[in-house]
């Protein structure tokens, strides 16, 4: 399994969010993506527009819209 990325570039990273399903609402100082659930709920969330971003940061959006990690780093690669 590869490591998550350290520094990742903002447009990669949200090329894998949108080949997951989420849709980016807003984008200014922070970007809104919103993961559109099965049952018709949306789950808000909230990214800093930095041109890289943390790893950290990665993992508590993936953790709040139960995105596995695998399933994440896939669509990374693939973006």
């Known amino acids: 399994m590869p490591k998550s990325p350290t520094d990742a ?9 949108k080949a ?12 809104a ?3 559109r659930n ?3 709920t949306t789950t808000p969330l909230t990214m800093p527009n930095h041109v890289h971003i943390k790893r950290s940061t990665l993992r508590a959006i993936c953790q ?3 995105i ?6 896939r669509a990374y690669e693939a973006a």
């Open 38 to 40: 099965a049952d018709g």
């Open 68 to 73: 596995p990690r695998e399933e994440f780093l």
């Open 33 to 35: 993506p919103e993961r």
């Open 9 to 17: 570039l903002k447009e990669r990273v949200l090329r894998a969010f």
């Open 20 to 31: 997951l399903g989420l849709v980016i609402v807003r984008e200014r100082e922070h970007i």
């Open 64 to 66: 709040q819209c139960d």
